[in-house]
C-alpha cells in the first residue's frame, strides 16, 4: 500500500506534468470505486485548470481553477500512470491541453476520487480526522508523547492509526522504530518524552530517507514518470527476516532480524537492540 512517500512521489510526478494544464480531456470508466463518485465529475474537471497540489497524510488534492479540489486516494493498489497506453483496471484518463495522458489504474478499487471546495479540503470526512503531518514541525516529541499517554495498544499499532500521525503504514513504522531502538510490541503508553525524543526524528528520517529515494516500488506501484523506485533496497528490516541488522556487531550478538504478525499484518525488529 502507498504510504506517504510514495504519495508525495507520485504528487511530485503528476505537478510536473499537470500544474498550470487544462484537462482537454476526462473519461471516467465507472461511477465508483471504495465509494462513489461525485455525479458531475467529468464535467466539473473539463476544461479546468489544474492550479497545484497538495498532499495530507496519503491523501492527494489536485486544485483547480473554480476553486475546486479534486481528492485523490491510492487506497491499497491504486497508481498513476503518465503517457501509458489504457491499462486494464484503468478508471480515469486524464488529457491535457499539450497532449499529455494520466491514467489512475486500481485493480483492487480500495482507492477514491471526490470533490470538495478548496477552502475546505481539511474538512473532507477523509481528511478532517486526520493526525498531524510527520514532517511538520507541529509533530514533536511533545506532541507524540502526549497523545500516546495512557494507550494500552503497542506502539506499532498506535503510529498505524491516522488520528495520531497521518501518512504512516507497515513499511516506514517497522523502518522507524528500528532507527529509534524501540520495540514495535511495547506499549504506547510507555514510550513517554525521552523515547518520544528519539522516535519522532527517527520517523522524520525514515520518510525523507524515502521520499528522497523517490518511493518505493512494491508489487504493481510504479512512479508516475515509469521508473520504479529503489527505497525498498534501503530498507533496514522490513521484508528482512532472519538477516544480520546493521547495529550488531555480528551473528553472535544478534540472532537476525526477527518477524512476527502484528494485527494480521507482518512486524520486523531486532530483538536485542529495539526495547
Ligand atoms: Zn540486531
Same mark, same amino acid.
Given at each position: 500500500?502507498? =504510504?506517504?512517500?510514495?504519495? =508525495? ?13 487544462? %484537462?482537454?480531456? &476526462? ?13 458531475? /465529475?467529468?464535467?466539473?474537471?473539463? +476544461?479546468?485548470?489544474? =492550479?497545484?497540489?497538495?498532499?495530507? +497524510?496519503?491523501?492527494? /488534492? ?21 503517457? $501509458? ?29 471526490? %470533490? ?9 470526512? %477523509?481528511?478532517?480526522?486526520?493526525? @498531524?503531518? @510527520?514532517?511538520?514541525?507541529?509533530? *514533536?516529541?511533545?506532541?507524540?508523547? !502526549? ?25 516506514? &513504522?517497522?523502518? !522507524? ?39 518505493? *516500488? ?8 515509469? =521508473? ?16 544480520? #541488522?546493521?547495529? #550488531?556487531?555480528? @551473528? ?5 532480524? *526477527?518477524?512476527?504478525?502484528? $494485527? ?12
Amino acid at each position: 500500500m502507498p =504510504e506517504l512517500p510514495e504519495v =508525495e512521489t507520485v504528487m511530485r510526478g503528476l505537478a510536473a506534468k499537470l500544474e498550470g494544464r487544462r %484537462l482537454a480531456r &476526462v473519461v471516467l470508466a465507472r461511477p465508483d470505486l471504495r465509494w462513489p463518485i461525485p455525479e458531475g /465529475f467529468v464535467q466539473f474537471l473539463s +476544461g479546468a485548470r489544474v =492550479e497545484g497540489f497538495r498532499r495530507r +497524510g496519503k491523501y492527494m /488534492f489536485m486544485r483547480l481553477d473554480r476553486a475546486l479540489s479534486v481528492l485523490i486516494h491510492l487506497g491499497m493498489s491504486g497508481r498513476m500512470t503518465i503517457d $501509458s497506453a489504457p491499462q486494464p483496471h484503468q478508471h480515469l484518463t486524464l488529457q491535457t491541453d499539450d497532449g499529455t495522458l494520466i491514467g489512475f489504474v486500481d485493480p483492487r478499487r480500495f482507492g477514491a476520487l471526490d %470533490l470538495v471546495a478548496t477552502e475546505a479540503e481539511d474538512t473532507h470526512r %477523509l481528511i478532517a480526522g486526520l493526525g @498531524p503531518e @510527520p514532517l511538520d514541525d507541529a509533530f *514533536s516529541p511533545a506532541t507524540l508523547a !502526549a497523545s500516546l499517554a495512557g494507550k494500552k495498544t503497542p506502539i506499532k499499532a498506535a503510529l498505524l492509526d491516522q488520528s495520531i500521525v497521518a501518512g504512516l503504514g507497515n513499511i516506514y &513504522v517497522s523502518e !522507524a522504530l528500528f532507527r529509534a531502538g524501540i520495540l514495535p510490541h511495547r506499549l504506547a503508553g510507555t514510550i513517554g518524552r525521552g523515547r518520544a525524543g528519539r522516535l519522532v526524528p527517527a520517523i522524520k528520517t525514515t520518510l525523507t530517507d524515502a521520499i528522497a529515494a523517490g518511493g518505493s *516500488s512494491l508489487r504493481d506501484y510504479v512512479q508516475p514518470s515509469g =521508473e520504479l523506485g529503489y527505497f525498498q533496497h534501503a530498507w533496514k528490516v522490513y521484508d528482512r527476516a532472519g538477516q544480520p #541488522c546493521e547495529r #550488531c556487531p555480528g @551473528p553472535a550478538a544478534c540472532a537476525g532480524i *526477527s518477524r512476527t504478525v502484528q $494485527s494480521g499484518r507482518a512486524t520486523y525488529f531486532c530483538a536485542r537492540t529495539q526495547t
